[in-house]
């Protein structure tokens, strides 16, 4: 009864102004997506699979409608986004449950008894990404000077901007290298934008800044 109560509370917050999302309902559609994304939106296998939770929820709901349009190409997960598959309530009810989820950001604390498979999920739930190489100083200048007007000044996104700072890096680099080589729209100013006139160094400079101004809790 809580639960139910909270859930609608939050659906309020996170919905269109006058429709609440139905989370429950979202969580529901979430099952299907777990098999790649797992469970808690986290994502899966260092990164082959994006994470999800904690995402912006309009920026979900856009990336859904482009894989079902195919004006982002996605193999393994077009058969999910057709039509009779998921409806745009649908999308919107799963992006709402996905953006809600808040992963931990505190690494566990291991019993020795938890064995390796134990360890592993457990770790793999935490919204903390392994720091990246590069160089934290460039990485900041470009971020702060060319991102951050669209993915925030702490990497968190907004509406149709994604947040960045706890995505996988190897995910984040391979949007970046489709971008670049125009198999996926980035910015308005036209193929590859504005990540164009960077060189593949500066953008892993980038991504090693987003993994040093994560929120980490001891
Ligand atoms: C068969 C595996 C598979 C299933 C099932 C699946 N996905 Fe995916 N999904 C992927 C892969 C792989 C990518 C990354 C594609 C790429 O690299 O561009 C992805 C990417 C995404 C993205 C883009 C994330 C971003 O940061 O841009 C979203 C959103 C998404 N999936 C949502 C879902 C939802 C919601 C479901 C369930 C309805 C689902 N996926 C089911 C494999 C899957
Ligand atoms: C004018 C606004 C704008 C600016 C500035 C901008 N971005 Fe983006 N970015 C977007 C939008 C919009 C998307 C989602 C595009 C789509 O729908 O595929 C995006 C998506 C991304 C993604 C893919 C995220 C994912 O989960 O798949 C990466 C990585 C990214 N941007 C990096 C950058 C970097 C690095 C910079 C600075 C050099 C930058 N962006 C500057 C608007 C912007």
Known sequence: ??????????AMCLGNPGHAQNLEKG????????????????????????????QQA???????????ARTRVNIPMYPYTQE??????????????????????????????????????????????????????NGEAIYQKICVTCHGKTGMGRAMFPRLVGQYTNYLMRQMEKYVAGERPHDEEGIGGLLNTLKKDDLQDILAYLTSIQETQQ
């Not at 009864?1 to 859930?7: D, E, T, Y």
């Not at 979430?30 to 999800?52: D, F, I, K, V, W």
């Open 27 to 54: 969580k529901e559609i979430n099952a299907t997506c777990a098999g790649c994304h797992s469970e808690a939106g986290q994502g899966g296998s260092r990164g082959e699979y994006p994470r999800l939770a904690g």
């Open 58 to 68: 309009k920026y979900l709901e856009i990336q859904l409608k482009a894989f079902r």
């Open 1 to 10: 009864m809580r639960k139910h109560l909270l859930l609608a509370l939050l």
């Open 84 to 137: 009779r598959e998921l409806s745009d309530e649908d999308i919107k009810d799963v992006s709402a449950y996905l953006a809600s989820i808040e992963l931990p950001t505190k690494w566990p604390v291991f019993k020795d008894t938890d064995d390796a498979l134990t360890r592993l999920t457990q770790t793999e739930r935490v919204m903390i990404i392994p720091r990246a190489p590069g160089n934290l100083a």
